[in-house]
């Protein structure tokens, strides 16, 4: 459904429930706890000492160069040395940054506050939308103490204040978007300049060049086995193109 241009759920490794991004070019990610070192046709290596060891801190900060299911290939910017990455068992991943204007579109996961007045619609232009990948449509409160999902709540009318909507995009009309939540429906403008942020979990919307922080051990060098994993996107998140409709290669230098 998406690809990229530039935070759950944002939560960790992947939410359950709503539209996940859909794989992006150098296809999905799904990470298993497996090394096949010889996918991206490493060479033999020297002897490492016994038990696992901590990536130096140093050695922490690389450039994503491969996706391949199960693992990442990452060039460590310290040492310039190619690493490949699985994630541990309940890893954290978050993969952050911010989407193009056209990521505003129908089936899109948003989340965003919003005022509401005593007849449930929003009172002013928000400032910021975030494009978490999938999540769970409700509507939480900040100022009542107020909280439901799936738009299941007490007879009467919300209290008018202050709502984290979370929900699909049903539909967009130039700077006013609709979020459809149970039997509720927000029309939500826009401000011309508002911040489209993404902050997932979901690794697959991660493409080559993109900025990586590492954490976690291995027991010879060259294939970690990360406990954190985090991603920040250096362009813009962008829609995915319309099946059949592939990306164009991007020109050799």
């Known amino acids: 459904m998406v690809g990229r241009s530039r935070v759950s759920d944002r939560d960790r490794w992947s939410a359950s429930g709503g539209a996940a991004f859909p794989p992006r070019a150098g296809g999905a990610l799904v990470l298993v706890v497996v090394f096949a070192w010889g996918l991206f046709g490493a060479g033999p290596v020297a ?6 060891q901590r990536l130096d801190r140093a050695d922490s900060v690389g450039t994503l160069m491969a996706i391949a299911p199960g693992r990442l290939q990452v060039r460590l910017k310290n040492s310039g040395d190619t690493w490949i990455v699985a994630a541990a068992p309940g890893a954290t991943v978050e993969v952050t940054g911010t989407a193009a204007r056209e990521m505003l579109m129908p089936k899109q996961f948003v989340e ?6 005593e007849l449930g619609k929003v009172t002013q232009p928000v400032e910021k939308v975030i494009f978490p990948g999938s999540g769970t449509p409700g509507v939480t409160g900040n100022a009542s103490g107020f909280s439901e999902t799936k738009a299941k709540r007490p007879g009467g009318k919300r209290p008018p204040g202050t709502y984290l ?25 826009l401000a011309p300049e508002a911040e489209l942020e993404v902050a997932t979990a979901n690794l697959a919307v991660a493409g080559i060049g993109d900025d990586v922080e590492l954490d976690g051990e291995y027991l010879q060098k060259g294939q970690l086995l990360a406990s954190s994993i985090k991603v920040t996107l250096v362009n813009p998140l962008m829609p995915q193109p319309p099946k059949g409709k592939g990306r164009r290669p991007a020109t050799p230098p």
């Open 112 to 117: 965003c506050s919003v005022e509401l007045d």
């Open 165 to 189: 909507v979370s929900g699909f995009i049903k539909s967009v009309d130039g700077d006013r978007i609709v979020v459809q939540i149970g039997r509720d429906r927000f029309e939500i403008p």
């Open 47 to 52: 002897a490492q000492p016994a038990g696992p």
